[in-house]
């Protein structure tokens, strides 16, 4: 039998002396590898061990962490991944003029709902998408009268007839909401989210065509107000959402949103820009996002009341757009809040919506919350 | 493509095109006096894949390969390269998945949820291997599975396990199999496919922990041989029982065994069984007649005591489900008792719409089927460790030098420390010295 | 193996009962499974109108970069000059500099396309699918950045990792013939 080579060699033994030897190797020869070997493998055994020791810990540190949900996903992404406006949505109490004196449900029957507006006898319309409810706040339940299709805009006339605008279409329905006529001789995309009645005339705000038109009484459109015409000094107007908003004020000009421009424009009724105001800004003195306000009325005063998407809010400019207060803060609109900072979108729908009544008192609209509430001036308000 | 895919993308191409027309609003974009065009939203499809029959033709054929060349051909070199073409193929091309140790999850959710279809090849991820194991044993292991080739790859020292810890860990990979079923049966939860060591190292990509477990898994992969087959994977278990019946399985002689005990130390992975041929056969019987009696007399314990246990189990194993975890977290959202924030899955489930008592009743549901499903897998995980503790114990000695029936992963490297083998392959032997095999010392 | 007789027959018979037994097994449930196989191939897609934009996206997928990008439908834009996606809340200027832009890898590219509008587009080897853009827009804008699945990069796992830790579920198996989600229903169109 041939003995390996190696063994001999390592301990410098010879062969001729080893073949001198029973079969049986010496103790000694064999002790420097088998103890390496023998060294190895304890090594190997516990450096194995603890690493797999050190690994399970880790990895169940890790595990644990991401047990933990939020807190662990907010480690995971850094601080300049969070999106967070929290800090506008909290408002200045002390900034609050009006308060909350009654409130009302919006029907069920109505849908969706889309636009309010104060009839100057009284009474208050909100427009739905599946008709309109007529609420009487001096007391007694409301009506709904379900359209075929959609509404969103309405105006009041001092008559008690109610206009409704549709999708290509607008509606004339009596004081009992029963329908008498429907104007539809207007331009392809046609989408009124606008309406305000003035003498015989009615001036909507077409969001589709992103322009002003002047109707009669009739429903003969008599002019277009608002086209984008550098001539004129008219910028056009940049409706990116379909909320555009226009309100005849007492000084006689129009008042028209300017959404995209973060401002409130004025034109006459014969199409001549006269002058604007508002700042893009997310502070409470500015339009915040990328298009606001979405809807607004005027006071006798000429006072403003405007409203914002995004972050729910509803304020007072005076008549030359300086900010002079709140009628509600996102803290009023908390299912609002809630739902903008879960990210899911709804560009329809999400506006707010006011309207100012004959007494001055402000009427708001809260499609998420589907309520109206009627906001009365604080007494120790100042002015 | 088929007649049924053209309506399809035709009828899809007309819904697409008559959207806005069906009332669906979308509120216009501005109107460009430039005539700017709007981009569109690109939309990549996936690769048109290796269709799944492709994957399950190289797994056949892979299959066939490996049985022939554990049982025929019995050339450790051939099932090297045959092992390395497999990691290459399943491991860094197709990037781990689909896996048969995978497919046994798909399974489980296919069985236990009437609406959860297999897909084809998934399936046949999940049979091939069982039945070649059934018929040839686990060729399988060694010739096609790229997490068992990566870590015949790294070994280089193998050291043997002692035998209580053996067969101690051999435990875990069927409470693995017994948690990763009952959690793809009642929620579709697959913790095999996240809990993958390899996988990340197949995809060069994952979780800083799976890589380092990976790795960590490799380091001791030099030394202890398979690690991962021998104490995690859960198709491992399934294979062994399978392999148990097989009719023809790798032996270590090409002939007949004279005990010549020279492939002794041969096996890395502790997977030769003998040494029966010294015990006397009164007392190898009395040995088969005790286990048999522990196991029966373990077994109604086991069952019933394990059944309780996957009970208990099955019921924890909701507040993982995304149901059970939605339910806690608003019933802790009412109570007052969640800090730091309302969790997304409470915000969702609110802009959602759902209702409250919706959300508890499918969180009820999810706790009902889960029962009984741990229950079963628990019982019938008793009844393993009941045979397990009776093997441990009374560890059955086989009087030739065989491959183990169970824990054989047809790896060939057993083959040339036979002497039988070496005469067959016409090499002169060389017997080795003191603590050799007689593989090493006849290496080439 | 060839061992005692006696006992090979009693051994054989029962490894030929439970092979047998156990072909059966394998061979119905895969049988039985494979009966219930949907036709078409089906990847993973998210729907965003369930999105939350909760940012697991951008860490929970299995590869190092997500495959999960945000896409913008032009169609819905407004193609305002102050993007509530592209720019901080209260930016100091309306340009391009980085510390006005809201992603915090500058993935988002704004282009002067005719007075006043602009046009966003993202640059998808930069964007993580972390979804901050995407909640900007939605909170204050239309909506037309949204999360989706880019199917050139996701390797269609068996399980989607980050489908499982979504807490609203907003992962679902769409046709491989029509793997997007899409808002808007195409874009360019009036």
Sequence with gaps: ?383 | MSRARWIAVAAGILLAAGGPLCGVERFPPPEFTGGHVLPETTVPGPEPRTAGWVDVTVLLAGLVLAAWVSLKLRSRAAMVVLSLGALAYFGFWRRGCVCAIGSVQNVARGVADAEYAVPLAVAAFFVLPLVFALIWGRAFCAGVCPHGAIQDLVLVKPVKVPRWLDAGLRVVPWVYLGLAVLLAATGGLFIICKYDPFVGIFRMSGSRAMLLTGAGLLVLGMFVGRPYCRYLCPLGVLLGVSSRAAKWRPTVTPGACTQCRLCESACPFGALDYGSSEVPEQERLATERKRVLVMLLAAPVAVLGFGWLGGKAGLATTAWHPDGKLAALVAAGEKGELKGGIPDEVTAYRRQGARRDEVYARAAAVENRALPIGRVIGGLLGLVLAAKAGQAFFPKRSRDYQTDPEHCVSCTRCFSACPYELARRGIPIETPEEGKTMGEANEK | MPENDGKLTRRGLLHSGMRGAGLLGFGGAAGFLAGREERSRTVWQIDPDKCIQCGLCATECVLEVSAVKCVHSHGMCGYCELCTGYFEPEPIALDEGAENQLCPTGAIERAFVEDPYYEYRIKEDLCVGCGKCVKGCNMFGNGSLYLQVRHDRCIDCNVCAIATACPSQAFRRVPATEPYLLRGKGDGEK
């Design chain 1, 1 to 383: 039998m041939r003995v390996a080579e190696g063994a001999a060699g390592k301990d410098g033994r010879t062969m001729s002396e080893d073949e001198t030897r029973p079969e049986q190797v010496e103790p000694a020869a064999r002790k420097t590898p088998e103890n390496r070997r023998a060294f190895l493998r304890t090594a190997a055994w516990g450096g194995g061990i603890a690493g797999i020791g050190g690994l399970a810990g880790y990895a169940a540190h890790r595990f644990a962490k991401r047990q933990g949900g939020r807190a662990s996903r907010e480690a995971a992404l850094g601080e300049e991944f969070k999106y967070d406006v929290s800090r506008f949505q909290k408002s200045d109490p002390s900034l609050l003029r009006y308060e909350e004196a009654e409130r009302w449900p919006v029907a069920e029957a109505a849908g969706e709902p889309r636009n309010i507006a104060a009839g100057p006898a009284g009474g208050i319309c909100v427009a739905g998408d599946g008709g309109i409810q007529k609420i009487d706040p001096e007391g007694g339940a409301g009506w709904v009268k379900q359209l075929r299709s959609a509404v969103y805009a309405v105006a009041m006339r001092p008559s008690g007839e109610i206009l409704t605008g549709h999708r290509g279409e607008i509606s004339v329905l009596d004081g009992g909401g029963a329908v008498r006529d429907v104007w539809s001789d207007f331009p392809e995309g046609f989408l009124p989210t606008g309406m305000d009645v003035w003498g015989g005339e009615v001036f909507v705000a077409d969001a589709g065509n992103r322009v002003v038109l002047r109707i009669d009484g009739s429903g003969r459109t008599m002019g277009v107000i608002g086209q984008r015409d550098p001539g004129r000094n008219v910028r056009g107007f940049v409706v990116p959402s379909p909320y555009f908003t226009v309100r005849m004020a007492p000084d006689g000009l129009l008042r028209v949103t300017n959404p995209g421009a973060h401002r409130i424009e004025a034109f006459t009724v014969d199409g001549d820009f006269e002058l604007a105001w508002g700042k893009a800004s997310f502070a409470v003195e500015g339009f915040c996002g990328c298009c606001n306000p979405v809807s607004f009325d005027i006071f006798a005063d000429g006072s403003f009341v405007t409203c914002e998407k995004g972050l729910p809010r509803v304020k007072l400019y005076d008549s030359h757009g300086e900010f002079t207060g709140l009628v509600a803060g996102p803290e009023a609109f908390p299912d609002y809040v809630k739902a903008a900072n879960a990210g899911t979108p709804d560009s329809r729908g999400t506006g707010i919506y006011a309207a100012v009544d004959p007494t001055g008192d402000v009427v708001v609209l809260d499609p998420m919350g589907r309520n109206v509430r009627l906001m009365k001036r604080k007494e120790t308000a100042d002015a």
